[in-house]
């Protein structure tokens, strides 16, 4: 069975501080990962997905993830955070038939 | 930009009485979703579809039911209301015919409170 795990439930940063949220997932095969972010009373939109080749992979408003399958890791990164960035932000695995899991997301906050 | 809506956004309503949330896409996906998401954010898949007269029940039981009668509908009906309905109901769809990403495109989510 798919799964994942984030282990952050709750991460605040400072306004133009770095910021990286963990992932880890369990799938038997190769993954589809997903990161996605949910403004408050709204859906969730997709931040990037990886599927394939390059580990490094390139999202919207300036996020990337990395995917190391040594680690079964796929941590989501941002140089440089915004106030407009506070969110919730959930990875997902999808695997066979395409049904996505995911983690129980990690609340960003982000301090002046 | 993703096509999926959802109606209504917010509904409160009494114990007992028969709610539908109505979710469409004009992507032409095959794959349709419904996720239940509580106050601490988890979301749990409750029924999904892979294409017209196909429903299945998700991972988390729910007493609600869902149809699909078109491809771009799939409606979620709850018969007969409780306070233990109130969630924020969220339907996603993905995958075009022929595709197989798992990507999911989200609507807004339909806030329902029951009194």
């Known amino acids: 069975a798919q799964s994942v795990t984030q282990p952050d439930i709750h991460i605040t940063v400072s306004e133009g501080a770095s910021l990286e949220l963990r992932c880890n997932y369990s799938?038997?095969?190769?993954?589809?990962l997903f990161w996605y972010v949910q403004s408050p009373g709204q859906g969730l939109q997709l931040l990037l997905k990886?599927?394939?080749?390059?580990?490094l992979v390139q999202g919207i408003k300036g996020f990337e993830a990395e995917f190391k399958r040594s680690q079964s890791s796929f941590n989501l990164r941002k140089p440089s955070v915004h106030w407009s960035d506070a969110a919730e932000y959930f990875c997902?695995?999808?695997?066979?038939?395409?049904?996505?899991?995911f983690g129980d997301g990690t609340t960003l906050t982000v301090k002046p | 930009e993703a096509d999926i809506y959802q109606t209504p956004r917010y509904l409160v309503i009494g114990t007992g009485k028969k709610i539908t949330l109505e979710c469409s896409q004009t992507?032409?996906?095959?794959?349709m979703y419904w996720y239940q998401q509580d106050p601490g954010m988890e979301l749990h898949l409750i029924h999904y579809?892979?294409?017209?007269?196909?429903?299945e029940k998700g991972d988390l039981s729910s007493e609600s039911t869902v149809s699909r009668i078109r491809t771009e509908h799939f409606p979620l009906t709850l018969e007969s209301a409780r306070p233990s309905h109130t969630s924020q109901y969220l339907c996603?769809?993905?995958?075009?015919?022929?595709?197989?990403?798992?990507?999911?495109?989200f609507g807004e989510g339909s806030r329902l409170t029951v009194l």
């Open positions: 990886y599927f394939s080749g390059d580990t």
């Open positions: 992507m032409g996906h095959d794959k």
């Open positions: 579809s892979y294409g017209v007269n196909s429903t």
């Open positions: 799938y038997g095969a190769t993954p589809y």
């Open positions: 996603a769809s993905s995958e075009l015919p022929g595709a197989n990403t798992g990507e999911l495109f």
């Open positions: 997902a695995v999808a695997g066979n038939a395409g049904k996505s899991t």
